[in-house]
């Protein structure tokens, strides 16, 4: 087969509790605030108050990540400082936190010849770093404004990276893959909220052992896959 005609290989993980053991959002920011502004700390029970707000249903990710960073970072960070944190937080959790199935997935995949998609709700600047730390081709993540120095600010640019508009990105990017050649995508997620992820995929991979997940990946078809263990 030329290489014309053979498939274009991707292959999309989400980030947590899919690729990595424990949530990264609520952790970076306490972790970071305690790196870079430890009195910030004083104020993790209003950011807890604004994860329970968010849990109750009175607002949306699309407010509650602006007010959480803006909480525990402050509403513009430094780009040199965010690009250090950003590193030193990978440098932590990667060899720490990758699931085991996880890992052995990602090398299957990588030496089968897909292309890595990290694609996640995450803010971007970490996950990008992230991405790359763990092997990645590239990332999708939330996007966030820059102020005009280049420094990140805790505004949205867009909408939270999170269930449909997590699709519509991938398709986004799918769409600049190269044309004329027949693509093969697999996808990979702990959660119910990527269906439309697993929509364009020719191959869903549901992660967990049971539960929401386990229901969600009979009454849809996708293939249930533990990634606790290797």
Known sequence: ??????????????????????PTFTLFLLWAAARSAPWRLLLAPVFLGLLAGHALGLYSRD????AAIGLMLGRRVPAERMARLAADF??????ADVQPGAKA????????GY????????????????AEALGFDACIATRHRRAADG??????DGTNCYGPEKARRVGEWLAA??????????????????APLFALADEAFAI?????IAKAARDNGWTLTDFGTG
């Not at 997935?105 to 089968?112: F, H, M, V």
């Not at 967990?208 to 929401?212: K, P, V």
């Open 1 to 22: 087969m030329s290489d014309a005609a053979a498939p274009f290989r991707i292959a999309v993980y989400d980030l947590d509790r899919t690729v990595l053991r424990t």
């Open 105 to 112: 997935a990602i090398a299957r995949d990588r030496a089968a």
């Open 115 to 130: 292309h890595l998609l990290l694609a996640t709700a995450a803010p971007e600047f970490y996950a990008a770093v992230l």
């Open 151 to 156: 420094g990140w600010l805790a505004a949205l």
């Open 177 to 194: 893959t190269p044309e004329g050649r027949p693509r093969h995508m697999r996808a990979y997620s702990d959660h119910a909220s990527d």
């Open 208 to 212: 967990g052992r049971g539960g929401r």
């Open 90 to 95: 990978a440098a932590w959790r990667v060899p």
């Open 63 to 66: 407010a509650l990540k602006p």
